[in-house]
Every structure is written in structure tokens, then in C-alpha cells.
Nanobody
Framework: EVLLVESGGGSVQAGGSLRLSCVAS????????IGWFRQVPGGLRTGVAL?????????YYDPLVKGRATITRDAAENTVYLQMNGLKPEDSATYYC?????????????????WGKGTRVTISS
């Protein structure tokens, strides 16, 4: 069974921080890349950050979050974290993690076939 479970969402004021977690189990643990994405109601799902699951742990950040987000991976816990600081109201969205393949140098993704159910983030001004 493939399973990705996100947690850590919530409501915070602008300028605050959150750490989102994504625990992977089943086949998702064998993927080459784990990514965080976000989506607002009626909007497209967009990439936030990517990390490869090899020892090099290559990383990509969307320009909208670069400098405010840090993606890390704990291999022993099969968990990928997304630390978000300096949160803005426009960061409000449902955040999803997904597993598949990516090119961190460009942010290109493919084969992101496994998705979690998401965790809601609300930033108030």
C-alpha cells in the first residue's frame, strides 16, 4: 500500500512559522523525489519544494518561498519536513506531499503518482 500522510498545518498570524511533516510508507518510500505542493480552492496545484531521496538530497524551491522555506528529509523516519518562516497570507492553502521523480535543478516533476490528502494552512494578517 502506498501512503503519504501530511501533518502540521494550522492557523498562524502573518510572520509566524509552521513545520509540515510528510510520512511516507509503502512504495512511496522507494520514490526518487518527495515534493511539497499547495493549492487554494479553485486554483492550480503548484510546487513549493522538492528533495531527492538519494544521499545528495538535491533541493528545489519555488521562487515564491525561496529564503523562507526549508525542506529536509529524515531517512530513518521516512519523513520529509517543510519548515516555513515569515508566513504571508498568500501562503494560505492546502499543502500536499507527493512522491515520484524530479529534476531539482529546474523544478521539473514527473511521475508524481502518489499524493497525500493534504494539510490546511491558514495565515491571518
Amino acid at each position: 500500500e502506498v501512503l503519504l500522510v501530511e501533518s502540521g498545518g494550522g492557523s498562524v498570524q502573518a510572520g509566524g512559522s509552521l513545520r509540515l511533516s510528510c510520512v511516507a510508507s509503502g512504495y512511496a518510500r522507494e520514490s526518487k523525489c518527495i515534493g511539497w505542493f499547495r493549492q487554494v480552492p479553485g486554483g492550480l496545484r503548484t510546487g513549493v519544494a522538492l528533495i531527492t531521496t538519494d544521499d545528495r538530497r538535491r533541493i528545489y524551491y519555488d521562487p515564491l518561498v525561496k529564503g523562507r522555506a526549508t525542506i529536509t528529509r529524515d531517512a530513518a523516519e521516512n519523513t520529509v519536513y517543510l519548515q516555513m518562516n515569515g508566513l504571508k497570507p498568500e501562503d494560505s492553502a492546502t499543502y500536499y506531499c507527493a512522491s515520484g521523480y524530479c529534476v531539482p535543478e529546474t523544478g521539473e516533476i514527473y511521475g508524481m503518482n502518489y499524493w497525500g490528502k493534504g494539510t490546511r494552512v491558514t495565515i491571518s494578517s
